[in-house]
């Protein structure tokens, strides 16, 4: 395991390198077979929403708005393990999955 007051000490740099990293990891989430697609990067910021134009019928609001949330949640899990495995490569050693 590295030398904790080393890591302490390289603190900030490597709070910069990860928060980088995250900006630069692109997730993708899905919901109803593609027809909703949602695009995150690691720092959990929404980038894009996709709908397929088959499911816009204002009879099927409701189940857009379940597809959209799936979507986003799927993106969500997605960006949280690629920026646990981001922060691992920067301080050296395995995190818990969260």
């Known amino acids: 395991m590295k030398d904790f007051s080393l890591l302490f000490k390289n603190a900030e740099k490597i709070k910069a390198q990860i928060e980088k990293s995250l900006g630069e990891v692109m997730v993708e989430g899905s919901a109803g077979g593609g027809m909703v697609r949602v695009k995150m990067n690691g720092n959990f910021d929404l980038i894009e929403v996709k ?38 490569r920067s301080i050296g050693f395995n995190l818990p999955s969260w």
């Open 51 to 88: 709908v397929d134009p088959t499911v816009v019928d204002k009879e099927e609001i409701e189940m857009l708005e379940d597809l959209i949330l799936a979507a986003v949640n799927d993106a969500r899990r997605k960006a949280a393990e690629a920026a646990r495995q981001a922060i691992t």
